[in-house]
């Protein structure tokens, strides 16, 4: 399933849950724009703080929260690397237009 697809998909989920807010929108587009350079392939590794920055989250605790939020309604896996020079892991998974 392309971006483009999987960006459609996750606006029709948002659109019928309130939880969902711009944070996550901003966070799960950075995260297909790293999947798009990673050749589609997963998983794919990128940092915390390339995230954020392109998210524009300036809170660790909104970055955590949504991707708790992503992680929870079977979005994406993540597996955060604690090593200081290694970025974590995402699995970008087919959401199908389901929550």
Do not use: W
């Amino acid at each position: 399933m392309g971006t483009a697809e999987q960006l459609a998909n996750f606006l029709k989920l948002v659109s019928r849950n309130r939880r969902f807010r711009q944070s996550h929108l901003n966070l799960y587009s950075a995260i297909l724009m790293y999947y798009e350079r990673a050749s589609c392939q997963n998983p794919f590794r990128v940092s915390r703080r390339e995230l954020m920055k392109h998210s524009a989250i300036l809170s660790y605790a909104t970055y955590h929260k949504c991707m708790g939020d992503l992680i929870a309604k079977g979005l994406i896996e993540y597996e955060p690397s604690y090593h200081p020079s290694l970025a974590s892991r995402i699995t970008l998974l087919d959401n199908n237009g389901e929550l």
